[in-house]
């Protein structure tokens, strides 16, 4: 079933970051495609394969648009953006994964240590990116191992 998420937030209403919003944890404030949006951290770990080895995913290469990637991952039919997706969430980005390990190294979000999380950001048709959060590592992987994923919303912000 698919969780009816926080669309838009209020600058006013914004909380310090590492408080809670739209059902998880406010990280940041950033830019995407022209428009300031909060990244938000949910708690929910998602475990599975990116996707299938040797698909292209055309839709799933922004730097920046986990969202957009995600729902092209989903189209494609991979099960962890189709679960990211239900909760009303998406995989992060590249962009947004690092904008996490800033916020975990100033202490306001938990994320796991001791596993490579998939970013939503396709490498190549048999590899997609992924985050190492003890060091803040970014390389990429074979989409066919089962990663973790911590999804996140991106409220745009009036």
């Given at each position: 079933?698919?969780?009816?998420?926080?669309q838009?937030?209020?600058?006013a209403?914004?909380?310090?970051?590492?408080?809670?919003?739209?059902g998880?944890?406010?990280?940041?404030?950033?830019?995407?495609?022209?428009?300031?949006?909060?990244?938000?951290?949910?708690?929910?770990e998602?475990?599975?394969a990116?996707?299938?080895y040797?698909?292209?995913?055309?839709?799933?290469?922004?730097?920046?648009?986990?969202?957009?990637?995600?729902r092209?991952?989903?189209?494609?039919?991979?099960?962890?953006?189709?679960?990211?997706?239900?909760l009303g969430?998406?995989?992060?980005?590249c962009?947004?994964?690092q904008?996490l390990?800033?916020?975990?190294a100033?202490?306001?979000?938990t994320?796991?240590?001791?596993?490579?999380?998939?970013?939503?950001?396709?490498?190549?048709?048999?590899?997609a990116?992924?985050?190492d959060?003890?060091?803040?590592?970014?390389?990429f992987?074979?989409?066919?191992n089962?990663?973790?994923?911590r999804?996140?919303?991106?409220?745009?912000?009036?």
């Amino acid at each position: 079933m698919t969780q009816v998420a926080q669309q838009t937030i209020a600058a006013a209403e914004l909380p310090e970051r590492g408080q809670p919003l739209a059902g998880g944890i406010f990280a940041t404030r950033y830019w995407l495609n022209g428009e300031e949006r909060a990244l938000v951290l949910l708690d929910d770990e998602l475990v599975g394969a990116w996707g299938e080895y040797g698909q292209d995913v055309p839709g799933a290469k922004s730097y920046s648009d986990g969202e957009a990637n995600t729902r092209a991952m989903a189209e494609a039919g991979s099960e962890i953006a189709i679960k990211a997706l239900e909760l009303g969430a998406h995989i992060p980005s590249c962009l947004e994964g690092q904008l996490l390990m800033a916020a975990k190294a100033d202490g306001l979000v938990t994320l796991r240590e001791d596993r490579w999380h998939y970013m939503s950001t396709q490498y190549s048709a048999t590899s997609a990116y992924l985050m190492d959060f003890e060091g803040g590592w970014l390389g990429f992987s074979a989409k066919g191992n089962e990663r973790v994923a911590r999804p996140v919303r991106s409220l745009p912000i009036r």
